[in-house]
């Protein structure tokens, strides 16, 4: 394994256009994030709707067309912004290490969990509603089948989305990170919330065996990443020039 040890550039500073530009990316896909749980759990009890029955969950999606439409859009946008977050972390990071191909690896973990992630996302705004307008219109047989297809998408593109992108993925670019950061001068609470965040993240992946970690733990998972991604920025923010 690669050793993670300060660079000779590490006394000097992050340059400043990857940590600006890397608070920026962070600010905004913070901002979406929240804001897109603010009109999804408003208008259709996000995250708790989806675990309903098609019967219950496609009227509902044809009933708040509008607010679903715009709630995943800003999912969606969040989700893309991973994507720069992971490579302008990685170019920030670099300048202050010397990583070499560990930091290639988990900028690697970073951007395939935003990828994923949209893949998961992206059916909430083109296969959803045309199944919940098909539902809507459709005689018994049409609404059987709608159902079944509900089901099947949510389990593959969630499974796809969820699974992959953020508890796998996700979870390794913060485990990744976080230990580079724990090497850098004062990085140890930064780099000790990283690790108890990936390793949340990490865990959720027990539920694809039968274990249930309640909705509870799930929301205080995603909850403490978002925040430390937040404060990921900040700390590069304010690095010294």
């Given at each position: ?182 090497r850098l001068p004062r990085g140890r609470m930064l780099g000790g919330a990283g690790l108890v965040s990936a390793a949340l993240l990490l865990a959720a992946l027990a539920q694809v065996y ?22 990921l920025g900040v700390t590069f923010l304010r690095a010294r020039r």
């Open positions: 394994m690669t050793t993670l040890t300060p660079a000779p550039s590490a006394t000097v500073s992050v340059r400043p256009t990857p940590r600006v530009a890397l608070f920026a990316v962070v600010a905004a896909q913070f901002v979406l994030m929240f804001a897109a749980f603010g009109v999804l759990a408003t208008s259709i009890n996000w995250p708790q709707s989806l675990d309903l029955s098609a019967a219950q969950a496609l009227p509902l999606i044809t009933e708040q067309a509008g607010p679903v439409a715009l709630g995943y859009t800003l999912y969606f946008l969040s989700a893309f912004l991973l994507i720069p977050l992971a490579v302008l972390t990685h170019l920030a990071l670099q300048a202050r290490t010397a990583g070499g191909v560990w930091l290639n690896v988990a900028a690697t973990f970073g951007v395939l969990a935003g990828l994923l992630k949209l893949l998961g996302i992206v059916r909430w705004l083109v296969a959803m509603p045309a199944l919940a307008n098909a539902y809507a219109t459709g005689n018994d047989s049409t609404r059987a089948a709608a159902a079944v297809m509900y089901d099947a998408l949510n389990n593959y593109a969630g499974g796809v989305g969820e699974v992959l992108g953020v508890q796998l993925f996700a979870g390794l670019w913060t485990l990744m990170v976080s230990l580079v950061i724990l039968g274990a249930d970690l309640g909705g509870l733990i799930l929301t205080i998972q995603g909850l403490l990443w978002q925040f430390w991604l937040l404060a």
